[in-house]
C-alpha cells in the first residue's frame, strides 16, 4: 500500500522540529542549523520540496545598508513560517534596522511537529531571537505576527524591568483571543476529545500552501491558550510600560479584534500607535488610534482577513499576482453581481458573495 503525503504528515513527529535545541550558538550558526534540519526532515519524510521553498521556510537575517542601530526581532504565527514575516522585515531593513527571524518549534516541517511541541520551548526560542541582539544593536523592537506578537509580549511581561535595551513592541493582529466562533468549535471539541480519548487533530488536511500549515491539531489550539491566559494573568500585575505599535482588522476570523482594542485603550504610552482597518463608523476619542478603511471597492475588497495585514500586495506568494490562491466560497444563493470578491473569511462574506480570502 502507498503512504499517502496526508499520513507521513500527521501520524509521527520527526522528533527533530518539536523543541528548542539551539542555545548557546551565535545567530549565524542557528540559521545554519535550522536549514539543515529542514533539509533533514525534508529528505527523512520524502515531502519532495524543492530548495527554494525550504529557503522561504527557514529563518533569516537582513542586514540593512545603511544601520540605524536599531534591530527588530520577527516572531511569526501559529501554523505560520518565518516566510510571513518577510515583507514587514524587508520594509525594516530598508529603514536601518538589523533584522532577525526565528522559527517556533513545530513549524516548517510537517504537521505532526506540533503533536508534541511546549509553551515553553516556543518561549525558549523567542528568549533566543532576544539575546542574539546583544550588543549588536543599541535599541531592539519586538515585532510579531498574532501568536509571534503574543509571545513577545509575554517576553516583556515576564521579564519586567530586566529588558535590556527594548525599545518597543510591533504587535500585528496579536492574539489576546481567539475568534469567538473558533473558540466555541475548540471547546465543543475538547469535550468530545474527552468521551473519546486520544483524539488529536481538529482536523487533517494535505498542504497546498507551502508555508503555511493547514492541519489543526488539539496541541496547538492548547498552547495558543495557555500564552493568552498566561498573558492575561500577567497584565494583572502590570502593563507594558513600553510604546506599542499594532496593526488591527475589525473583520479578523481568527483573533479577537476587540479584545486587543480594549488593551489598547488600556495602555497608556502616549508614544504608542494603533491603525485599526473598519468599514465601520468609530469615534475613537484615543488619538493615538487612526482609523482607516478596509474596503477597496474598485478591486472587490470588501475587508482585511487575518493573514493579509503582514503581506504587501507585490507579495509573490500572498500578493495580488501570488502562486497561492485560497479557495473560493460559493453562496448557497446566487448573488446578482456574480463577480469574485476578496475579504476575511467570515459567514457575512461567504453567504453574500463569491469570495476569496485575501491574503
Given at each position: 500500500?502507498?503512504i499517502?503525503?496526508?499520513l ?8 527533530l522540529?518539536s523543541?528548542?535545541?539551539?542555545d ?6 542557528y ?12 529528505e ?10 525550504l529557503?522561504?521556510n527557514?529563518?533569516f ?5 545603511k ?5 527588530a ?5 501559529l501554523?505560520?513560517t ?10 525594516l531593513a530598508d529603514?536601518g ?9 513545530g513549524?516548517?516541517?510537517?504537521p505532526?511537529?506540533?503533536l ?7 518561549q ?8 542574539s541582539?546583544a ?26 524591568t ?20 473558533k473558540s ?8 468530545v ?14 498542504n497546498?500552501d ?7 491539531p488539539?496541541n496547538?489550539?492548547y498552547?495558543v491558550?495557555r500564552?493568552?491566559?498566561?498573558n492575561t494573568l ?5 502593563d ?7 496593526v ?6 481568527t ?6 482594542l ?10 504608542s ?8 463608523m ?27 495585514i ?6 509573490h506568494h ?16 446566487a448573488?446578482?453581481?456574480?463577480a469574485l ?11 453574500q458573495?463569491r ?5
Amino acid at each position: 500500500m502507498e503512504i499517502t503525503e496526508r499520513l507521513i504528515k500527521h501520524v509521527q513527529p520527526t522528533q527533530l522540529n518539536s523543541s528548542f535545541t539551539y542555545d548557546g550558538i551565535s545567530f549565524a550558526a542557528y540559521l545554519s542549523a535550522v536549514s539543515t534540519m529542514l533539509h533533514t526532515v525534508n529528505e527523512k519524510c520524502k515531502l519532495g520540496d524543492c530548495e527554494k521553498t525550504l529557503a522561504y521556510n527557514t529563518p533569516f537575517e537582513i542586514k540593512p545598508k545603511k544601520p540605524n542601530g536599531k534591530g527588530a526581532l520577527l516572531v511569526h504565527g501559529l501554523f505560520d513560517t518565518p516566510f510571513i514575516m518577510r515583507d514587514v522585515g524587508q520594509h525594516l531593513a530598508d529603514q536601518g534596522f538589523l533584522v532577525r527571524s526565528i522559527l517556533l518549534p513545530g513549524h516548517a516541517t510537517i504537521p505532526a511537529d506540533l503533536l508534541t511541541t511546549s509553551v515553553k520551548d516556543w518561549q525558549k526560542a523567542t528568549e533566543f531571537g532576544v539575546k542574539s541582539f546583544a550588543n549588536k544593536v543599541d535599541s531592539l523592537y519586538l515585532v510579531g505576527f498574532s501568536t509571534g506578537a503574543s509571545l513577545e509580549l509575554n517576553y516583556v511581561l515576564e521579564h519586567g524591568t530586566d529588558l535590556d535595551n527594548i525599545a518597543g513592541l510591533i504587535m500585528l493582529c496579536p492574539a489576546f483571543a481567539i475568534n469567538a466562533r473558533k473558540s466555541l468549535f475548540l471547546r465543543l471539541y475538547r469535550m468530545v476529545r474527552w468521551m473519546i480519548k486520544g483524539q488529536k487533530w481538529i482536523f487533517r488536511h494535505e498542504n497546498p500552501d507551502y508555508t503555511k500549515y493547514t492541519s489543526f491539531p488539539v496541541n496547538s489550539a492548547y498552547l495558543v491558550q495557555r500564552v493568552i491566559i498566561e498573558n492575561t494573568l500577567l497584565l494583572k500585575q502590570s502593563d507594558c510600560k513600553l510604546p506599542i505599535f499594532m496593526v488591527l482588522s475589525e473583520d479578523d476570523e481568527t483573533v479577537r479584534a476587540d479584545i486587543a482594542l480594549n488593551f489598547f485603550k488600556q495602555h497608556y504610552n502616549t508614544d504608542s500607535r494603533l491603525i485599526y482597518y473598519s468599514n465601520n463608523m468609530h469615534n475613537f476619542l484615543d488619538s493615538r488610534i487612526k482609523l482607516t478603511p478596509s474596503a477597496v471597492p474598485e478591486k472587490n475588497i470588501l475587508n482585511l482577513s487575518h493573514i493579509s495585514i503582514p503581506n504587501a500586495p507585490s507579495n509573490h506568494h500572498y500578493g495580488v499576482d501570488s502562486d497561492y490562491k485560497e479557495t473560493i466560497s460559493e453562496p448557497k444563493h446566487a448573488a446578482d453581481n456574480n463577480a469574485l470578491h476578496f475579504g476575511a473569511a467570515t459567514p457575512e462574506n461567504e453567504q453574500q458573495y463569491r469570495l476569496q480570502r485575501i491574503t
